[in-house]
């Protein structure tokens, strides 16, 4: 959508084909719906903390029902919205799904449109491993219509999707597991944040299962499932939820008869100007595997348009690149980890702090704020800032400001912070830590 209003911004000739509904991923089945059940998760925790601050409220009920219509409701205005604003910016909708043909022509409902340039913006769809019983469980595409809360669930998965879900079936009264099988949650995340988040997630309640994966996936006579770990642990539950990766969306697209180069994951291999082994055909987004994110999606589309369009050649930035896990609590990043900081510059200091936020005091609540800056000690450039705490993203989206314009530990130092918040601690730790 964005690479198809830019380009007709620019004056090209533009259209676009969609056999569903506007918004991909992330308006659909992704993003949008996830962050709404997010926030619907934590009242339960915001209910209990009102207490400390003498609200007296009844015993709180939830309807899942109420949540999946009104979610429901607010999708299909942002489908109607995006598609308004493509007609309006004069893009062209073709409704159907489209195959390429060759460099210039593509078919659509056995029509075939020919274009000077073609862009395969398909993204993703997740996957389910190839186990006995796979078919017994779901995705997270699924989780987002189911008709009933089960009362006990297992998550799969260590990475965003995994951690998010778990939280709001948590959040919502569901007896949820997280198994992942791996020793760390979040990897390519800082390793620190990986061990805390477990520890924040375990504390409220929420089992996490290291070092299996599920091999076997049965029915029992009673209904529920059965799930055989690799470790040779057992589980009963009432649903399983995949989130163990996502592949690109380029399978029956006619990209290979075209010559399009794809790479074993099936994602269209691209240069830095988001052009494929064929110079016509372009790719961007999650099709191409490389930064999964929306803002990142819509990002190379913007390059993209510039670089055809306006006669500016803009390549994919992939550098600091800020971004959120809306798991309970909170987890925000931007730049190096600590680990890849060590890779890339040696030398690092790093600044921490802990602590036990202020709307908590009143309350019995003991969930800890973690706060990490990543310093490179020769240029004492800040190339790192990791949070897990309420409103990470938030937090978070400021200071990856600083850190893209390559902001000093002493830039920090300088910069009065705004009392009493969480996100004065970015400017105010002056002990490195050991």
Known sequence: MRASRFAAAYGASAAIAESGRFG??????GCIPKKLFSYAAHFREDFEIAKGFGWTVGEPVFDWKTLLANKDREILRLNGVYERVLALAGVEILRGRATVLGPHEVSINGKTVKARHILV???????????????????????????????????VGGGYIALEFASILHGLGVKTTLSYRGKRLLRGFDAEIGDRIAE????????IHFGGEPAAIARRADGALEVAYSDGSRQETDLVLFATGRRPNTAGLGLETAGVQLGPDGAVVVDRLSTSSVESIHAIGDVTNRLNLTPVATAEAMWLARTLFRGEPTPADHENVPTAVFANPNIATVGLSEEKARERYGAIDLYKSSFRALKLTLTDKHERTFLKLVVDRASQRVVGAHMIGPDAGEVIQGIAIAVKLGATKAQFDATIGIHPTAAEEFVTMREKAL
Do not use: D, Q
Request: glycine share 8%; charged share 20%.
């Open 24 to 29: 991909g991923t992330c308006v659909n089945v």
């Open 121 to 155: 913006a398909t993204g993703s769809w997740p996957v389910i491993p190839a186990i006995p019983g796979r078919e017994l469980a779901i995705t997270s595409n699924e989780a987002f219509h189911l008709e009933a809360l089960p009362r006990r669930a297992l998550v």
């Open 200 to 207: 924040e997630m375990k504390a409220k309640g929420l089992a």
